[in-house]
């Protein structure tokens, strides 16, 4: 479809078609979903957790595969982008399977297929990239077995900090649509046909609040965080800039990784910090200190926006 259309219209033109196409096709399968996506239990510990009782979850399903084939009729695509899809679709449907599954799936089991799934991405990008790593105009040449290291860490941290981050109607979707349209701001021309596949997402996750905003009717469940998370990992990757990772996903570090520390610590080395802290942070701000869930997602992406006007500061 893209060579057809790059025959009519200029690049920018068919990568808004790709918007509107993901925007549509999102919004479709949302609007008539499928019959046998779960419904959420409720989560007990968390704040509100009972209001998600009952409401359609796992739509991840829906809008990650809305991307994908968006991306496939409006995009060039290439073998390298073909397997990020591919490891999209199998980190998502670890996701939904865990949503859909009666007894939810133990840290370690996620944990090992994650590994599993970052090893594979990692082997990929180093197959077709090199292992330099940018900060700023400085460049640091990194041993493959270096950068793929670091790379799987990146890829377990974003996954995890962005399933963390999803707890309050709108929150989740909110800041990763400012996450990767931020990349695709700033480093346009490094990712190329890449930052066209992050406003692709965008607008599939646009699609999604129109049903998640508060007060709503489905949830994107693991299904949908999961792959989001894998997602700007490979953008952050692909910018050639992954530290920058830490100042374009400010918030959903702050939100989710603070609460995966304090779990690890504890679990691990016996520490506990943030004793008068609830975790995730969301929790914390709406339970201690009377924020509305609407103003912790426009707060909260007021603050991810700052932070992006910084990370385009130093870049």
Aim: hydrophobic share 55%; charged share 15%.
């Amino acid at each position: 479809m893209y060579h057809v259309l790059e025959q009519y219209l200029s690049v920018n033109q068919i990568a808004m078609v790709g918007v509107l196409v993901s925007f549509i096709l999102t919004f479709l399968g949302l609007k008539f979903p499928f019959s046998f996506l779960p419904k959420d239990q409720g989560r007990e510990f968390a704040v509100n957790g009972a209001l998600s009782k009952g409401k359609i979850r796992g739509v991840g399903l829906i809008f990650v595969s809305a991307f994908i084939i968006s991306c496939l009729l409006m995009i060039p695509f290439d073998r390298e982008f073909a397997i990020y899809c591919i490891l999209l679709f199998a980190m998502m449907l670890s996701g939904y399977l865990d949503d859909a599954a009666k007894t939810p799936w133990s840290d370690y089991k996620k944990g090992a297929i994650d590994l599993v799934i970052s090893i594979m991405t990692i082997v990929t990008f180093l197959n077709f990239n090199s292992s330099d790593l940018h900060i700023g105009e400085m460049v640091i040449h990194l041993p493959y077995p270096v950068y793929a290291i670091l790379g799987i860490i990146l890829l377990w941290v974003s996954v995890n900090v962005t399933n963390c981050s999803d707890g309050v109607d709108g929150l989740c979707g909110s800041l990763s649509c400012v996450v990767m349209a931020s990349f695709a701001m700033i480093f346009t021309k490094e990712l190329g046909s890449y930052a066209m596949s992050a406003l692709i997402f965008v607008a599939a996750l646009l699609a999604y609040l129109c049903f998640n905003s508060k007060p709503s009717s489905m949830l994107m469940g693991d299904a949908g965080s999961r792959a989001l998370g894998f997602f700007i990992a490979i953008l952050a990757m692909k910018s050639g800039h992954p530290v920058i990772f830490v100042v374009l996903a400010l918030m959903l570090i702050i939100d989710g990784g603070l609460g995966l520390v304090k779990v690890f610590l504890l679990r691990f080395l016996k520490i506990h910090i943030l004793k008068n802290t609830l975790t995730p942070i969301h929790d914390h701000v709406r339970k201690n200190m009377g924020w509305s869930d609407t103003q912790v997602v426009f707060r909260f992406c007021i603050l991810q926006l700052l932070a992006a006007v910084v990370g385009y500061i130093i870049r």
